[in-house]
């Protein structure tokens, strides 16, 4: 299976148990991301712009794994960025992906039909020659007067040989 270990063991008073853990490269499933992104989406309708500084802290529930909440202007310009997590400025219709496409062109190409969208995104590995795909969930909201997208980037399932 999948990097997990399981040992059968003794506690102190004697009694036998199993200890296990380790499941490396966790899956996400895309209802996580629309959990998160409506989640945010409400937060941002209730709250306004100060609902980005919750979409940043790291305890709250807007980042699953290594994924988080991000938020895009309409022009897909970064409010709390894809990969860096803050408040900075980035053109993401400019960023190309390990394969040389542009995934958020795609996604606010998408996003002009459609209040909900899923783009792919692929990204190289270190450790494998394989570039890993990813799936990016969006959806069209307002921030007070401001229209915004919020969305998240999750790993997509793969297949073994793709490792």
Excluded: H
Aim: glycine letters at 8%.
């Amino acid at each position: 299976s999948r990097g997990e270990r399981v040992t059968r063991t003794n506690v102190p008073d004697g009694t036998g148990c199993y200890v296990g853990g380790g499941v490396s490269e966790t899956l996400y499933e895309t209802e996580f991301a629309r959990i998160a992104v409506n989640s945010a989406v409400r937060l941002l309708a209730e709250q306004g712009g100060p609902a980005l500084t919750t979409l940043t802290a790291p305890e709250k529930n807007f980042t699953f794994l290594d994924a988080g909440v991000f938020v895009l202007d309409e022009r897909g310009v970064s409010i709390i960025d894809p990969a860096f997590k803050r408040y900075k400025s980035r053109d993401m219709t400019q960023y190309r992906d390990a394969s040389d496409r542009f995934p958020f062109r795609l996604l606010l190409d998408k996003l002009a039909d459609s209040p909900v969208a899923l783009a792919p995104l692929y990204a190289a590995m270190p450790q494998s020659m394989n570039l890993r795909k990813k799936i990016i969930y969006a959806r069209k909201t307002r921030m007070g007067d401001t229209p915004v997208i919020v969305g998240m980037a999750m790993n997509a399932p793969e297949n073994i040989w793709q490792r």
